[in-house]
């Protein structure tokens, strides 16, 4: 069955600095993956998928299936980063999504 | 546009009682998801609907908890004989046919007592 794991529930990092929130997976197949963010007192809303392979708010990942892991990264965080972010691909022969427990990143000024 | 909107945004009950959680999703999205997510837990799916079925009810924990989309518009998912466990922020997402991407709602925070 498909799993997703996000090791750390909390990274915090002062802003200027580099973020990392690593996410690895498993999955029969070719999976897409995508990564969510989830603001305070907003709603769960997409960050990036690895198939459009855009920057979204200086944010990227990339699609590793050696190791399979899709981590996302930003060079310079900023205090606005601060937030919820979940991992998530879709279940294997369904259409709903697995998503990782989230890492709760905290950019410090 | 409007997006996908779920009422209450709160609902307290106590245990053994029944209740019903409301989504309306983006109009035109023919494929609509109900995830339950637990503190310090990701979303956890429970059903999914593809017009007015439901085409995956494989993550219903249990028959107390029944989906129904009978005009594939708004969804209802009603719980009965709630137990505390049940407690937990209910999502929905719709999402065009083709497409993985979801679009959430800002989900119903369900306190049983």
């Known amino acids: 069955a498909q799993r997703v794991t996000q090791p750390e529930k909390l990274l915090s990092v002062f802003k200027g600095a580099p973020v990392e929130l690593k996410c690895n997976y498993s999955y029969s197949g070719s999976p897409e993956l995508f990564w969510y963010v989830q603001y305070s007192r907003q709603r769960l809303q997409l960050l990036l998928r690895?198939?459009s392979r855009e920057s979204i708010k200086g944010f990227t990942a990339d699609l590793n299936k050696g190791e399979t892991s899709f981590h996302l990264k930003k060079p310079f965080a900023q205090e606005e980063d601060s937030a919820m972010y979940y991992c998530?691909?879709?279940?294997?022969?369904?259409?709903?999504?697995?998503f990782g427990s989230g890492t709760r990143l905290q950019v410090q000024p | 546009g409007a997006g996908v909107s779920q009422t209450p945004s709160n609902k307290v009950t106590e245990k053994g009682k029944y209740v019903e959680l409301r989504c309306d999703p983006i109009s035109g999205h023919t494929a609509l998801y109900w995830y339950r997510q637990s503190l310090g837990q990701g979303p956890e799916f429970l059903i999914y609907?593809?017009?007015?079925?439901?085409?995956?009810d494989s993550g219903l924990p249990n028959d107390r908890f029944f989906a129904v989309r009978p005009e594939g518009s708004v969804s209802t998912l009603k719980i009965q004989r709630t137990e505390r466990g049940d407690s937990a922020v209910y999502l929905c997402?719709?999402?065009?046919?083709?497409?993985?991407?979801?679009?959430f709602g800002p989900g119903t925070r369900l306190t049983v007592t």
């Open positions: 609907f593809q017009g007015t079925g439901a085409a995956d």
């Open positions: 998530a691909l879709p279940s294997t022969g369904r259409r709903a999504l697995t």
């Open positions: 997402a719709s999402s065009p046919t083709r497409d993985y991407e979801q679009y």
């Open positions: 690895h198939i």
